[in-house]
C-alpha cells in the first residue's frame, strides 16, 4: 500500500511534488484527522525516512566500491545513470571470466 494511495482513498490527492516536500505535504493533508495520523501515515513516513537514510548509505558504500576499484573508476567516464551501473558491469564480467576459467 502507498501513501498516495491511501490518501486517494479520502479523497485528497498529493499530486506531482519534489521530494523534499513530500512529507511535510502528507503531513498538511492528514492534521486533524486522528486515524490517518495515528493508525497509517506518520509510521509510514517514519519508515520511508528510516528507508531513504538507509539506501543513501548503501550507496554511499557503493561509489566508494567503485572509486576503489581503477576498472570501474575507468568505466564511470561512461555515462551511466548512477556510479554502481559500471561497478555492476565491471563485477558482471570479471564472474564470467571466473566462471569460463573453470
Same mark, same amino acid.
Given at each position: 500500500?502507498?501513501? +498516495?494511495?491511501? &490518501? %486517494? ?9 519534489? @521530494? !523534499? ?26 519508515? +520511508?525516512?528510516? &528507508? %531513504? ?9 557503493? @561509489? !566508494? ?38
Amino acid at each position: 500500500m502507498s501513501l +498516495r494511495g491511501l &490518501l %486517494r482513498s479520502f479523497r485528497l490527492k498529493v499530486g506531482a511534488i519534489s @521530494r !523534499g516536500r513530500y512529507n511535510m505535504r502528507v503531513r498538511d493533508f492528514v492534521e486533524g484527522n486522528a486515524m490517518l495520523e495515528a493508525a497509517t501515515t506518520l509510521p509510514m513516513l517514519k519508515s +520511508r525516512a528510516a &528507508l %531513504r537514510v538507509e539506501l543513501a548509505d548503501l550507496e554511499g558504500e557503493g @561509489r !566508494g566500491f567503485a572509486q576503489d576499484d581503477l576498472v570501474c573508476r575507468l568505466l564511470m567516464t561512461m555515462h551511466s545513470p548512477m556510479p554502481l551501473g559500471p561497478l555492476a558491469f565491471h563485477r558482471l564480467i570479471i564472474g564470467a571470466v571466473v566462471a569460463l576459467t573453470f
